[in-house]
């Protein structure tokens, strides 16, 4: 039998303008994983995508990028307590910095 995790809730942040001045976009996940919480992280970055098919489009796509360097083995026995440090987490990076 295949194991997996159950994506059991969703949060995009608003924009978030660092130091320099761009703007960083994140999603995070939580899964529950073994009667606790685990969250992920989503950089959402921007591209530029040329059309492979030889007729020069050329279009701005948004992509998530899984991002490991925010959040570090949050495991939680709660929903909003994963979330909550997940958001901390997030924040003591990137904000005082």
Do not use: H
């Amino acid at each position: 039998m295949l194991n997996y995790n159950e994506i059991v809730k969703t949060i995009e942040l608003e924009p978030i303008t660092v130091k320099d001045g761009e703007e960083l976009k994140f999603r995070i996940e939580i899964l529950k994983y073994n009667n606790q919480y685990k969250s992920q992280l989503w950089r959402v970055e921007t591209y530029r995508i040329a059309s492979a098919f030889g007729n020069n489009d050329i279009s701005d796509e948004e992509c998530l990028i899984k991002d490991s360097l925010f959040l570090e083995n949050i495991n939680e026995k709660t929903i909003e307590n994963c979330v909550l440090k997940s958001l901390q987490n997030i924040e003591d990076k990137l904000l005082t910095v």
